[in-house]
Structures are given as structure tokens and as C-alpha cells.
């Protein structure tokens, strides 16, 4: 079974056409990147998916059940759950609080028979990513990268069987993308299907097995990343039309 | 670091500093013979019972409720009633009105939950209006200006009399901190950072916001009951913007989100005010004054304060909390 099926999905805000039936499947074990110019409807989409905004006509199947209607927490735990471009972090709290929340959703409780176990879970996922030593510090008081690290570190712990990341890369230096690109790889490996919408695109076309390319709500390309660099329209979309008459002239 | 132990019982994560002032209430008024000392005191509890349900919704959420006197003056009336229309004793009058209290609680909570920030506050400040003026409306039942007179009192004697707002008080107040310091708490303190982020981790964050309304509501109505039977009297007063905003501002001093910030600070203020009646004609100013230092000393309240804060110390004995090493 498809993890994620979306079927001509469609999203109007008055006159803005933001989605215009856009359709792709999102296989298993599969790493996807959604790529597109700004404006292009792209966190539209993933808005759409996760349950924060309705959609207008189409479908979006999530493991054979439909997403619409529902609301954003019975979506995770559905299985499906999503980062934000921003990073949304819990100040005021601690890490080891802050990672909390997320294990009291149902899904989460479903899987842990024992408080200990629940922990546990949570200073392994910490761990993995590399925040096992802030555990017990204040989020307040943590970087750019550890912020981002710590937010796709919440989604896991409501055991997601598709994973959404909104910009994961936004903000971040160098080496923190690498960090966080073999968070992605490795929990990929795990069998964990990732969307990934990204703008930096060097970044992404090494993590990623497909690209969905999308410009003024439409999908205008769909295929592996070495087709995609090479699609007439996606360059259109992204650097413009070349023009046969040249102004100097 | 309290992490959530499921419904377990703990003194051991309670701040010492507030079961401290609960002895030295009851040490003082079991010492003292001055009654008007006893009374001062009594109606500090009352109001740090407000104080701390308040603190409970607004603390831990950060949408001021602006309309406390809704659920204050609401049950007070209501168990005023039931107590002098149909003759109900007050031991069972008062959980009537605090569930009535409660369930309006529910009701609001689910009307306002989409509201934020100013909106919300305004909401709320037009509730209790509404029920400010429906008290003159049907003054039949209310006594209008008058309020309702006469209500039967716990005890005759004014220690024993303190006792059970003391015993309230003390009730409110492990009953709240259970509360904050379980998930239900952790929750609240998740949505004041940031709700979709909690919609996004698999929370309702809509029932939990309804669910601290309701316990706010409650534990404000059995404290409106006490007062008013512990005054033998229940007036307009207790629904108007007055006691709305001294609840706010006794909350915030002390240090919203923390529970013993707010008991601090209502007992604290609620003695200076009575303190400052030695020099009567100037008190208003005098206490206004210090209410107005204390804002811009500490905006955050009290307990709140840097130096608290990083201190491993004063945390443990302030707010209770042991930080890990």
C-alpha cells in the first residue's frame, strides 16, 4: 500500500489559485523532494496534507484512509507527521519536557506499555540526533541547528510512518545540513518515507530519490533528480524564459 | 525533574516555600487571639484561592482572563441562593455552585477557544459584565445593590471560620500543582509556546484549553462560595471588574505559571493592604504605588525573577523544581 496518495488536490484563497490539482504517490521507503519558486504553493501543500487548512476538491489518501475532515492531531495519529519552516519550538520548557508532548499523543501512548519505556524512547531518538547531552537544558537556550534538529526529534517520537519536513535545510550552515541530511538518510533507511520540501537545491538533489517540481500551484515536472536539472520547464519556472531578442539591440 | 508519574501522589515535588506559608498561616492564627488579624488572614486565603485558579488557565496558557469575576461572583451568588431562598447548607451549596461554575467554565472555554491575545481578554471581560448586570436585573433574587445578606457561616468562631478557607486554600492549592506538574500541565505549557506545534505533535490542544478552563472555573466558584458565606454576604462587588482585575494583578506580581507565585503573592498584598490602614488617608496611594514599583521591578512576577531562576538553590525552595546537575 502507497503511504501517501495524492490525487488533484485543489486549494483556492479568494482569487489565488495556491493549488491546482497537483497528484503524485509517495512510495514506500521513499525520500521525495518538492521543490518549486516561492509562492509556488508548496507549504500550501503540506498544510493541506497534515489537516491545518482544508481543502477545496481532490483527495489525499494516507495508508488507505482519507485525510479529509480530520484534524491536524488525529492526522498524526493517522502516522503521518510534519515539521514547520519555521522552527516551532517550546520555549520555557525543557528538552527532555519539550519531547514529552509529542509521547502523550495516542499514538504514542498506544506503542509504550511503561512510563520507563516511553523515556527510554525519548533519550534514544535524542540521542540519534545528537541532543543527547542537552537533555535537561532549557530550549531557550539552544542554537539555530539544535532548534531544527529538536523539532524533527518531536515528530519522531509520535512514531510517524510518513515524515513531512517543511525547509528542514532554512537558516542552517554547512555542516549542520550534512547533520541534518544524515538524520534524513538514516531514518530512510529505517523504511521511513520522507517529503521534503527544499530550497537548496544541491543539498536536496543528493538526499533524494524523487523530485516533484512545482511553480503557481501546479506540478510542472515529476522524476529522479537527474532528469529534473536537465527539464525544460523546471529551468523556465526557476531562471525564466530566454529571450530571442536581446534588448541592447 | 518532575516527569509525569501517572495519578502518584508526591510531597516531594511540592516547593517548600509554599507548604511553608500554610504552616505559618496556621501557626499564626492558632498563636494569635486578635480576630481582626485572623480575619485579615482569612481573606487572604479567599483571595489566593482566586489567585491560583486564575494562575492555572492564564499562567500556564498566557490568555488573560480578564472576566474572573464571572465564576467568582457567579458562584457566590448561586450557592448565596441556595443557601438563603432554598435553605441548602453551605457544605453542600458550594460544590453545587463551583459545578455550575465549572460547567460554565466548559461552555466559555469552547465559545472563546478560537479567540487570542486582546480578543480573548474581551471575551471574557464581557461574560462577567453580562452577569454583573443581570445581578440588578433580577434583584428579586439577587438583592440588586444590596447582594444577598444573612448566609449561614461554617462557624461561629472566627479561627474555626479561618480553618476552612485555610483548609480550602491548602486543597485548591495541591490539587492545582498535581495539575500543572503532570502532563496536563506540560500540555498547557506546550500550547502557550506554540499551538500548532502541539496540534503537530498528535495533541487536541482544543480539549485541553476547554478542560483548564473548566478546573479554573471550578476551584474560582468553591473559592466565591467560601467568600461569600465566610462574609455572611454576597454583593455586585464580587462580579465587577474590580475583583476581575485585583485577581489579575495579585497573579502576576507574585508570578503567573507557577502556582506559589500567585499564593504568594495574594497573601503577601492582601497584609500589606490591610498593614497600610494605620495610615488610612494615604493607603490607596501607598499600596497602588507599590504595586506600580513592583510591576517595573519584577514584570515577570516575583517568583519569577532572573536571579531565581539560575539559581539552583532558590528554585528548589521557590518553585520546587530540582534541576539535574
Redesign the interface.
Known amino acids: 500500500m502507497n503511504p501517501l496518495k495524492i490525487k488533484s488536490l485543489s486549494k483556492r484563497f479568494g482569487g489565488l489559485q495556491a493549488l491546482d490539482s497537483v497528484s503524485f504517490n509517495v512510495l514506500p521507503g521513499e525520500i521525495v523532494g518538492i521543490i518549486g519558486p516561492n509562492g509556488a504553493g508548496k507549504t500550501t501543500l503540506f498544510n493541506c496534507i ?1 489537516g ?1 487548512l482544508p481543502f477545496d476538491s481532490g483527495s489525499v489518501i494516507l495508508f488507505g484512509q482519507s485525510v479529509e475532515g480530520r ?3 488525529q492526522i ?2 493517522l502516522g503521518l ?4 519552516q519555521l522552527v ?7 528538552v ?3 519531547m ?3 509521547s ?5 501512548l498506544r506503542k509504550h506499555s511503561s ?1 520507563k519505556e516511553m ?1 527510554e524512547n525519548v533519550i534514544k531518538i535524542l540521542d540519534e540526533m545528537g541532543l543527547g547531552e542537552k537533555i ?1 537544558q532549557e530550549v531557550d537556550n539552544l542554537n539555530q541547528g539544535e532548534l531544527r534538529l529538536l ?1 524533527i526529534a ?2 519522531l ?2 512514531f510517524p510512518k510518513i515524515l513531512l519536513l517543511d525547509e528542514p535545510f532554512s537558516g542552517l550552515s554547512h555542516k549542520e545540513i550534512e547533520n541534518i541530511s544524515h538524520v534524513a538518510r538514516n531514518l530512510n533507511s529505517q523504511g521511513l518515507p520522507v517529503v521534503i520540501i527544499e530550497h537548496r537545491l544541491r543539498e536536496l538533489m543528493k538526499l533524494v530519490q524523487k523530485v516533484v517540481v512545482v511553480s503557481f500551484g501546479k506540478k510542472i515536472a515529476e522524476g529522479s533528480p537527474e532528469v529534473i536539472v536537465k527539464d525544460a520547464n523546471v529551468i523556465k519556472a526557476y531562471l525564466g524564459e530566454r529571450r530571442t531578442k536581446i534588448g541592447l539591440a | 525533574m518532575n516527569l509525569p508519574k501517572k495519578s502518584r501522589f508526591s510531597l516531594k515535588n511540592q516547593s517548600p516555600f509554599g507548604l511553608a506559608i500554610f504552616v505559618a498561616m496556621a501557626v499564626f492564627s492558632l498563636l494569635s487571639d486578635n480576630i481582626f488579624y485572623i480575619e485579615v488572614l482569612k481573606v487572604a486565603a479567599i483571595y489566593a484561592i482566586f489567585a491560583m485558579s486564575w494562575d492555572i488557565l492564564t499562567g500556564y496558557t498566557h490568555e488573560v482572563n480578564f472576566g474572573f469575576a464571572f465564576f467568582i461572583g457567579g458562584a457566590g451568588y448561586l450557592s448565596g441562593i441556595l443557601n438563603s431562598i432554598f435553605s441548602f447548607s453551605p457544605y453542600v451549596a458550594i460544590p453545587l455552585a463551583a459545578l455550575a461554575a465549572g460547567v460554565s467554565g466548559i461552555f466559555i472555554g469552547y465559545l472563546t477557544l478560537r479567540l487570542k491575545g486582546p480578543y480573548f481578554s474581551m471575551a471574557t471581560l464581557a461574560f462577567a459584565s453580562i452577569l454583573f448586570k443581570l445581578s440588578f436585573i433580577f434583584y428579586e433574587i439577587t438583592g440588586g445593590e444590596e447582594g444577598i445578606s444573612g448566609l449561614d457561616v461554617f462557624a461561629d468562631d472566627p479561627t474555626k471560620d479561618f480553618f476552612v478557607a485555610w483548609g480550602v486554600m491548602l486543597a485548591v492549592y495541591l490539587i492545582l500543582t498535581f495539575y500543572a506538574q503532570s502532563k496536563h500541565g506540560i500540555i498547557l505549557k506546550a500550547i502557550r509556546a506554540d499551538e500548532d506545534a502541539t496540534q503537530s505533535a498528535g495533541i487536541n490542544t482544543a480539549y485541553y484549553k476547554i478542560e483548564a478552563f473548566a478546573i479554573s472555573g471550578f476551584m474560582a466558584g468553591i473559592g466565591g462560595g467560601v467568600f461569600a458565606h465566610s462574609q455572611m454576604h454576597i454583593g455586585p462587588t464580587m462580579l465587577s471588574g474590580y475583583i476581575s482585575i485585583i485577581v489579575v494583578l495579585l497573579a502576576m506580581i507574585g508570578g503567573m505559571g507557577t502556582i506559589v507565585g500567585p499564593l504568594f503573592g495574594a497573601i503577601a498584598l492582601t497584609i500589606l493592604n490591610e498593614y497600610l490602614r494605620v495610615v488610612e488617608e494615604y493607603r490607596i496611594v501607598i499600596y497602588t504605588g507599590i504595586l506600580i514599583l513592583l510591576i517595573y521591578l519584577a514584570p515577570e512576577g516575583i517568583l519569577n525573577l532572573k536571579f531565581v531562576k539560575k539559581s539552583r538553590i532558590l528554585t528548589f525552595i521557590l518553585l520546587g523544581e530540582r534541576k539535574p546537575v
Open positions: 497534515s491545518f484534524k491536524p492531531y498524526v495519529n507527521t510534519r515539521t514547520w516551532k519550538p517550546f520555549f520555557g520548557m525543557r527532555m519536557e519539550a514529552m508532548v509529542p502523550f499523543c495516542r499514538r504514542a512510563k523515556r535537561w523539532d518531536r515528530a517520537v509520535t
